[in-house]
């Protein structure tokens, strides 16, 4: 089973940049999809990025497209997330998981339900 760690969040203004990193421990992230994931208070988790390990292959939802870039460092076993032209609307816990199928699948699947275990989460928090 692969253990997931994420960190890089922080707070930052309003147009501000970050990049979260999604590591792996334990078996790696192969042939599997990682998404990037978040949840904001009172909200429920939803999907935000996902790339093909082996194919590289990459899905975002609309609110992020041209922001936020998913990348992935094979021997570092690392997912990253870079966070560009940030909004208060992008506050949230980010979180990763691991999932098996295609980048558009995943996004498909139910956050509370349809995943095993998740990490801590990083906090990212953009004030305007």
């Known amino acids: 089973q692969v253990q997931l760690v994420e960190s890089g969040g922080g707070s930052v203004q309003a147009g501000g940049s970050l990049r979260l990193s999604c590591a792996a421990s334990?078996?790696?992230?192969?042939?599997?999809?990682v998404g990037w994931f978040r949840q904001a208070p009172g909200k429920e988790r939803e999907f935000v990025a996902a790339i093909g390990w082996t194919s590289g292959t990459t899905n975002y939802v609309d609110s992020v497209k041209g922001r936020f870039t998913i990348s992935r460092d094979n021997a570092k076993n690392t997912v990253y997330l870079q966070m560009n032209s940030l909004r208060p609307e992008d506050t949230a816990v980010y979180y990763c998981?691991?999932?098996?199928?295609?980048?558009?699948?995943?996004?498909?699947?139910?956050?509370?339900?349809?995943?095993?275990?998740w990490g801590q989460g990083t906090q990212v928090t953009v004030s305007s």
């Open positions: 334990g078996r790696t992230f192969s042939s599997r999809v």
């Open positions: 998981n691991v999932a098996p199928g295609s980048v558009w699948s995943i996004r498909l699947m139910r956050p509370s339900v349809d995943f095993g275990s």
